[in-house]
């Protein structure tokens, strides 16, 4: 299918991400969120980071003119109705992306792909609810979305062919790689990650060593280019549980029981830098270890 059109569900840190590629590779972007301040803040910030782009020679002015005219924002879940292609990259709370799905599928096409950017929820149980099982699939993009080179495509049990090629197509044209993934708790790459970065909860929870120890280990040692527990922060501690709790849930293995030292820091509501603390403070001028 030619789509030209793309409905995208949340204006949040994934949503302007997944908008502004979309845009800069010339699809028709509309973004949709409950909150007006949260789509006016989406376009302040894709403008600035298409700017950053401009900046680093990576687009032309030109085109950063032309993605955000691409670009149009509604507080009304019904404007969508007329995309082709519909990501929604709203909380990763599975009873409210039902409810969206639900609200939504009254206004689409009988042509619209529908896709989740779910980091973990089963993609099986979310097309089931809809009216188009065969239309729907697992559209999972990396953060942050224009940087990142990575979308995994997920099928549920019901999802058709041409749905995967269509959408493969996408992914081709915004210049990612698409990774395809079984429908399984987390998928491929936070089925990995996420017990790692937990267990390196557990290391700090069981005094094996401080924050700053266990990520300059795993920065200097393993190579990787943030500390684990860095990690959580940037991806937000509540996100991390989430996931957790899938795995826990969907693969009954105490292999993946979350770390009672990452519950009680959601609880606490240091979810990381959206919060300004997690397991390190942001608050001053340079992030500060909180244990």
């Given at each position: 299918m030619?789509?030209?059109?793309?409905?995208?569900i949340?204006?949040?840190?994934?949503g302007?991400g997944?908008?502004?590629v979309?845009?800069?590779?010339g699809?028709q972007?509309?973004?949709?969120?409950?909150?007006?301040a949260?789509?006016d803040?989406a376009?302040?910030?894709?403008?600035?980071?298409?700017?950053?782009?401009v900046?680093g020679?990576k687009?032309?002015a030109?085109?950063?003119?032309?993605?955000m005219a691409?670009?149009?924002?509604?507080l009304?879940?019904?404007?969508?109705?007329?995309?082709?292609l519909?990501i929604?990259?709203?909380?990763?709370?599975?009873?409210?992306k039902h409810?969206?799905?639900?609200?939504?599928v009254p206004?689409?096409?009988?042509?619209?792909?529908?896709?989740?950017n779910?980091s973990?929820?089963?993609?099986?149980?979310?097309?089931?609810?809809t009216?188009?099982?065969?239309?729907f699939?697992?559209?999972?993009?990396?953060n942050?979305?224009?940087?990142?080179?990575?979308?995994?495509?997920?099928?549920?049990?019901?999802?058709?062919?041409?749905?995967?090629?269509?959408?493969?197509?996408?992914?081709?044209t915004l210049?990612k790689?698409?990774?395809?993934a079984?429908d399984?708790p987390?998928?491929?790459v936070?089925?990995?990650?996420?017990?790692?970065?937990?267990?390196?909860?557990y290391t700090?929870?069981?005094?094996?060593?401080?924050?700053?120890?266990?990520?300059?280990?795993?920065?200097?040692?393993?190579?990787h280019?943030?500390?684990?527990?860095?990690?959580?922060?940037?991806?937000?501690?509540?996100?991390?549980?989430a996931?957790?709790?899938?795995?826990?849930?969907?693969?009954?293995?105490?292999?993946?029981?979350?770390?009672?030292?990452?519950?009680?820091?959601v609880?606490?509501?240091w979810?990381?830098?959206k919060?300004?603390?997690?397991?390190y403070d942001?608050r001053?001028?340079?992030?500060?270890?909180?244990?």
């Amino acid at each position: 299918m030619d789509i030209q059109k793309v409905g995208v569900i949340g204006a949040g840190q994934m949503g302007n991400g997944i908008a502004h590629v979309l845009a800069l590779a010339g699809y028709q972007v509309t973004i949709t969120d409950l909150n007006q301040a949260a789509l006016d803040n989406a376009r302040v910030v894709i403008d600035r980071n298409l700017a950053r782009q401009v900046k680093g020679a990576k687009i032309t002015a030109d085109q950063k003119v032309d993605a955000m005219a691409r670009i149009s924002a509604t507080l009304a879940l019904p404007d969508l109705g007329a995309a082709d292609l519909v990501i929604e990259a709203a909380t990763e709370k599975e009873a409210l992306k039902h409810s969206i799905f639900e609200a939504l599928v009254p206004h689409l096409q009988p042509h619209t792909i529908l896709t989740s950017n779910t980091s973990s929820i089963s993609i099986t149980r979310l097309a089931s609810r809809t009216d188009r099982p065969e239309k729907f699939m697992g559209f999972h993009f990396m953060n942050p979305v224009p940087v990142m080179d990575l979308v995994e495509l997920i099928r549920g049990i019901a999802t058709d062919k041409a749905t995967y090629d269509s959408c493969l197509t996408v992914v081709n044209t915004l210049g990612k790689t698409a990774a395809s993934a079984e429908d399984f708790p987390a998928f491929i790459v936070n089925r990995i990650l996420m017990p790692m970065i937990n267990e390196a909860v557990y290391t700090l929870y069981e005094g094996v060593g401080s924050v700053e120890s266990i990520d300059q280990s795993m920065r200097l040692g393993a190579n990787h280019p943030m500390g684990p527990l860095e990690l959580a922060d940037f991806i937000g501690l509540d996100t991390c549980l989430a996931i957790m709790n899938v795995l826990h849930e969907g693969l009954a293995d105490t292999k993946y029981r979350p770390c009672p030292l990452m519950t009680k820091y959601v609880e606490a509501g240091w979810l990381g830098r959206k919060t300004q603390r997690g397991f390190y403070d942001y608050r001053g001028p340079t992030p500060v270890p909180t244990r």
